[in-house]
């Protein structure tokens, strides 16, 4: 199948390249180390990468303008559903090519390149990239690189021998340089590490092992982060005792609504999510509600969820 897109990749004059909304580091890196690649292979190709950015993510290459295309190719990385593609039309184009790593919701593209093992969308454009005639060098390598550390919170989670062997290559073939790298990724303002220490004090944690918090507009106002900075310190919080699953419930006012993040080291949780304008793996969702009530019902699902979960492994643990 990686020969199959190179082949169209090969074919097309203009391409765009897109991902989902709500951008982050995985998702920008796929697009952007895919634009480079195919812009280095191909230099008279038309090749832009699009969607909302976020200056928080400077350090990445910039991304390029939306305009009109004709006979132009989309290709469109680490979103599994139309719906959340950053792009406003998407009906424009002349053939779809799907590059994702979530687990399977619809499929709306003539090619898909779907592995829900890989750690990240970048690992995939490594897989294309590298067992094809695209271009690898420094650049494009520190980029996959970038999204791979990410996504995986550095080799914390779904890093498999796939994930460690494209690290490996990228490392003995470009000299990168960690420590830059690591400090544009993880370097952070005290003010987050501050609401950070705010969330431990805070969090509730239900006898089933669920720990939620809500950060209202004026908690992030007191810390001064905005609502995308407060919704990422979700990652910090894993491997607690008491916690199986926990979520950040963040008052979104410029948007007027309401953004959840939800991590799990046990229960699937991603199915819940989706029931509340949300999605994402089995183990890392987002959702999106309009009320703290339906906040609440989500609170209470997940609850459910780390209830039915404990009983589950109670009953392994018995059967040993
Ligand atoms: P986040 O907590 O924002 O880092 O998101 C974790 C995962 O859930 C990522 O794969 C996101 O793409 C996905 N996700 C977040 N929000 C949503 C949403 N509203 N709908 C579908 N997927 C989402």
Request: aromatic fraction near 10%; hydrophobic fraction near 40%; proline fraction near 3%.
């Amino acid at each position: 199948m990686l020969k199959e897109i190179y082949k169209k990749i090969k074919k097309f004059d203009t391409i765009v390249i897109a991902r989902h909304i709500g951008v982050d580091p995985d998702a920008l890196a796929s697009q952007l180390a895919l634009r480079e690649s195919i812009k280095k292979t191909f230099p008279n190709k038309n090749v832009v990468a699009v969607g909302t950015g976020s200056a928080k993510f400077s350090y990445f290459p910039k991304l390029d303008k939306i305009e009109e295309y004709q006979n132009a190719m989309l290709i469109v990385v680490d979103t599994p559903d139309k719906k959340r593609i950053d792009i406003t039309n998407f009906d424009t184009f002349d053939y779809y090519i799907k590059i994702d790593h979530h687990p399977y919701i619809e499929e709306w593209a003539d090619i898909e390149y779907i592995d829900d093992k890989a750690s990240s969308a970048s690992e995939l454009i490594y897989r294309l990239i590298s067992s094809t005639p695209l271009v690898l060098d420094y650049e494009v390598a520190k980029i996959i690189f970038l999204g791979i550390v990410s996504d995986t919170n550095r080799f914390l989670f779904n890093s498999n021998t796939k994930t460690f062997a494209a690290v490996a290559k990228l490392l003995e073939e470009f000299d990168l340089n960690l420590p830059e790298l690591y400090s544009n990724i993880f370097m952070r303002p005290l003010n987050e590490v501050r609401l950070q220490g705010y969330i431990a004090q805070n969090m509730k944690v239900s006898e089933n092992g669920l720990g939620s918090i809500k950060i209202t507009n004026d908690i992030m106002t007191k810390f001064g982060v905005d609502v995308g900075s407060a919704g990422n310190l979700i990652n910090n919080f894993n491997y607690i005792e008491e916690v199986i699953v926990w979520v950040t419930v963040s008052e979104d006012v410029k948007n007027n609504l309401i953004k959840i993040n939800i991590r799990s080291r046990g229960p699937v949780i991603n199915h819940i999510a989706e029931k509340y304008n949300g999605g994402g793996h089995h183990f890392a969702s987002g959702a999106r509600v309009t009320s703290m009530e339906e906040a609440d019902c989500l609170i209470e699902e997940l609850d459910e969820a780390c209830k039915v979960y404990l009983e589950k492994m109670g009953d392994i643990n018995e059967n040993k």
